[in-house]
Structures are given as C-alpha cells and as structure tokens.
C-alpha cells in the first residue's frame, strides 16, 4: 500500500491518520523468510512539521514464526513495533544526508510495506528462544537435550591449552 504525502508536505498544520492492512504474508531479512501468522493494521500517524518535512509516527503488532536459536524448534515471536520517523520531500532529501536511510519513500509516496519491514529489521531480537533456560542441541549426537539428556561427553577443552596437554601426555609415564 501506497500512502500519497504531498498535501501533508505543503499544507502547515495539516495531519493524516492511516489505519493500512499489512499485504505481505510472511518477512525476509536476507537470509531467511519468517512466516506471519498475526498482524493487526498499521496505524499511520503523519504530521507536518516545517516546509519539506513531516513526521512519521506507526504502531503495529505482529506475530511471526521462527526457529529458536538453540533447540531449532518453532515458536512465536510476538512484536509490539512503534516507530517516529522525519521524512523529507524529494526536493530537501536530494541535499541532505539523513535521506539516504528513506528507501520506504518513493517521490511523495509512503511504501507502507517497506515501512513496516525497516521496523521489523529495527526490532528484531537479538536472540530467539523457545524458553530461557533452552539447553539446546547436542553438539556430538544432535538430541535436543531439553527433551531427554543424550549422556554425551560434553566436555570440550579449551584448544589453546592443547600445547600444554601434548606435552603432559608425552612425559606421562606408562
């Protein structure tokens, strides 16, 4: 969805109140695609604020699905997304610096779509966990341990102590 901007951009005072149905069904960032499984609409909050320049408010809550970062199981990832972005006219961005980061404004259109996906990026958790106290996978079998515990060794040493352990073994007298 398209919002046009022109009269907000001219008019002093003036402000536009969007509420805009999220088109797309699922969200890439780059390397993977997360399925959406519930959105509610954008609200659009857009503001005047000087000859060439309005503000941008939006809120939306989105549900995506994705893998835990440990265990690789499915699980929902809730985000509350709030935003306030200034945006420039076409003529203003072309001499400043801070356009450059605007490539959900096309001329005097609002790509609302790639909106809500620079929100997305913005707010994606650094982590993605089933639970917080996620054991994983085992690293020598591949049981998830948080469905049973596999008794592998788990215990990895440490490879810069690996000079120091030849040397014990080789005078390690039999």
């Not at 650094?126 to 060794?153: M, S, T």
């Not at 040493?157 to 005078?171: K, L, Y």
Request: glycine share 6%; charged share 30%.
């Amino acid at each position: 969805m398209f919002i046009h901007l022109s009269d907000v951009f001219t008019s002093e005072g003036k402000r536009l109140d969007v509420d805009a149905e999220l088109e797309t069904k699922s969200f890439d960032n780059g390397r993977e695609c997360f399925e959406i499984i519930q959105k509610s609409p954008v609200s659009i909050v857009i503001t005047h604020l000087e000859a060439g320049k309005i503000l941008v408010k939006a809120e939306l809550q989105l549900t995506l699905q994705a893998a835990c970062d440990r265990c690789l199981k499915e699980v929902p990832v809730q985000l509350a997304l709030r935003t306030e972005r200034i945006v420039l006219s076409p003529e203003l961005a072309a001499d400043a610096e801070e356009a450059d980061d605007q490539g959900y404004v096309d001329g005097y259109e609002l790509d609302v779509e790639a909106f809500v996906h620079d929100m997305i990026i913005g707010n994606w958790p650094a982590k993605i966990l089933c639970r917080e106290d996620c054991k994983g996978i085992c690293p020598v079998c591949g049981q998830n341990r948080n469905v049973r515990d596999c008794g592998c060794d788990s215990f990895v040493p440490d490879p810069r102590m690996a000079v120091i352990q030849d040397i014990f073994n080789a005078n390690k007298e039999v």
